[in-house]
């Protein structure tokens, strides 16, 4: 499974937090007509896209050969066999595929109707804007490698990681009319800001550092300007003590409680990825438990079939 920017060490990162430093999982849930899509590596290499569902209890496989998808409740994009865009309803039916380059992370509007993925091509990397008729807009293109686009709940705007040297990642932001790219947070060198899940006022993100050989995260919130930037969790003691990665964070909007974040993570296992849901409260919570790798998870509270 490819990493973009962070450095991680040979798919192994130690985890060596204190327990009592940090919120316990709990496998229980409040609403339980949620359902999850996510990807899952099996130990043969392969990705696959699974449906879980929470109300029932049954995990399915809805796409093969499917990595980094993003699910609303309305429809679902991904990546296929590696080079094809994926724009589909939630159970995996597809609409439309786009062949490209060597997409990643593609990333759905809040009405699903704008889609926007990164393409790397030979010797630049493109941030594209695609509508659910497969017509092309190229918001922006660099040399520099970018990841993680994401759009505002408004549609208005996307926030995207962008590669500022061989150690730091900062985020910017752009239009989706297009215009110039701003820079949100500021360039620190060993420090990776990315993940970007945002509201029409708020960016929410993760900021990781590496502190004893260990990659150790942290989510933090900004406004669009980077001026006040507030740091919502404290695993690290302060960035003195090694703890646990989190990717592919998401902020879960399911009109009950907008503090509630779905993301990827090797908390309390040395070897894996399982994905958890945290609240800005304290409450961590587990969502998987398997010996194969899970990522790019999309939780969809109140699911209504279309």
Known sequence: MRQIILP???????FSCKKSESPQPHQTRSVTDTLMVYSQQTRTGKSNILLKS?????????????????????????IKDGNTLGFAKVDGISNLLLPLTQPS?????????????????SDRYQLLKYDTVG????????????SSPSFSSDGEKIVFAQKTSA???TLYLIPVAGGAQKKVTAIVADTYDQYPSITTTTIYFVRSRVIDSTLSSEIFSSNFGGTSITQLTNFTNNWTTPSFFIKNLRRVSNG?????FVFVSNYNDDT???????????????????????????????????
């Open 256 to 260: 009950i409680d907008t503090s509630s």
């Open 135 to 146: 017509s092309k807009t190229v918001l922006f293109e660099t040399p520099n490698e970018i």
């Open 54 to 78: 929470f109300k029932t209890g049954e995990t399915r496989t809805i796409i093969n050969g499917g990595t980094y998808p993003f699910a609303t409740n309305l429809r679902l994009v991904y």
């Open 105 to 121: 992370e593609p990333s759905l509007s809040f009405d699903s109707r704008l889609i926007c993925v990164v393409d790397k091509l």
């Open 8 to 14: 991680i060490l040979a798919g192994t990162i130690l």
């Open 167 to 169: 150690n730091s990642s």
């Open 272 to 306: 894996n990825s399982d994905i958890y849901e945290y609240k800005v409260v304290g409450e961590l919570k587990k969502m998987t438990e398997t010996s194969e790798l899970e990522a790019f998870p999309s939780l969809i509270p109140n699911f209504e079939k279309q």
